[in-house]
């Protein structure tokens, strides 16, 4: 059956995601703007980890966030175009933290409890899109 009215759940599940993403934009921010004087500041291990990020995982970030952000804004707004950046999104957060846990030594800097941030990061990532995907399905988001 499909309906034009979303669940009573939706629109707070929906701005908590929005507020997630722009923590997420925030973290990006702080991470691309950390000068030479705080890194240093960090554990070597940690100053290890910053100064030896690729490019490619630092657009994976942006996408990631920024995609994230505009998928949720766009849920929001029950528009299913969403679609798009949220795919876009849970890709490059899979490809970033795939990097970040399998790649790098963030595992051994950081402890076991390493994999516990990439894996909600992506579970969430997937599930808003999976949320995206049903809504459109059952005609609340269209």
């Not at 630092?58 to 920024?66: K, L, P």
């Not at 995609?67 to 804004?73: I, Q």
Request: with cysteine; glycine share 8%.
């Amino acid at each position: 059956m499909h309906t034009t009215t979303s669940p009573a759940w939706y629109k707070p599940i929906v701005i908590l995601a929005f507020l997630w993403n722009c923590i997420g934009i925030f973290n990006f921010y702080s991470q691309q703007t950390m000068s030479a004087d705080e890194i240093a500041q960090l554990p070597s291990g940690e100053q290890a980890l910053m100064l030896d990020i690729p490019l490619w995982t630092i657009i994976a970030f942006g996408i990631g966030v920024f995609g994230g952000t505009l998928g949720s804004l766009g849920l929001l707004m029950k528009k299913a175009w969403s679609k798009t950046p949220l795919l876009l999104s849970l890709i490059a957060v899979f490809f970033q933290m795939g990097y970040w846990l399998f790649f790098t030594k963030s595992v051994v800097v950081y402890g076991p409890t390493t994999y516990i941030m990439p894996l909600v990061v992506i579970l969430i990532a997937y599930l808003l899109l999976k949320l995206c995907l049903n809504g459109i399905r059952k005609g609340y988001i269209h």
